[in-house]
């Protein structure tokens, strides 16, 4: 074998590596965090506000998992909860993500079943107001 010969077998054998590479990177789903990043973006100022607003409660709200079978939300001191919504955003797989409805209620404490999820870490999402203000918060869990 000369080395013309070595060198069109080393360009092919290249080649072929750089095909196969190719191939299988254009197969990876590569979703970005949040679908609508851009509009998420512009309302940065808003969401700002109102994770001030949770810092500037004395009580927090506690995010739980109870028994890898419930989602328990609980508002300690809190006089009334108008409305709100939980994103459970699982950051390997949108597919997996889910949303809840708060409750408008004066219970502190609202539970909601985690029966679809499958198990692994979630970023809770949590926003509601009270009180004629917005307060967002948001925790990692494992399920």
């Known amino acids: 074998m000369n080395w013309g010969k070595g060198i069109v077998v080393a ?21 970005l965090v949040s679908k609508n990043y851009y509009a998420e973006d512009l309302a940065f100022q ?6 001030q607003n949770t810092e500037l409660l004395e009580f927090k709200p506690e995010v739980t998992i109870e028994q890898n079978k419930y989602l328990k939300v609980y ?8 409305k709100g919504e939980i994103k459970l955003f699982r950051p390997s797989s949108d597919k997996l993500d889910q949303q809840i409805q708060l409750n408008a209620s004066a219970d502190s404490v609202q539970i909601f079943p985690l ?19 917005e307060y967002y ?7």
Do not use: H
């Not at 092919?12 to 190719?22: D, Q, S």
């Not at 508002?75 to 108008?82: G, H, I, L, N």
């Not at 029966?115 to 203000?133: C, D, I, N, T």
């Open 75 to 82: 508002f300690p001191s809190v006089s009334y909860v108008e």
């Open 137 to 143: 918060l948001e925790k990692v869990i494992f399920i």
């Open 46 to 51: 808003d969401q700002y506000e109102r994770k």
């Open 11 to 31: 360009f092919i054998l290249f080649a072929g590596f750089l095909a196969v590479m190719i191939t299988i990177m254009m197969r990876q789903d590569i979703g």
């Open 115 to 133: 029966q679809l999820l499958e198990p692994g870490a979630y970023r809770v999402k949590m926003k509601w107001s009270m009180e004629g203000k």
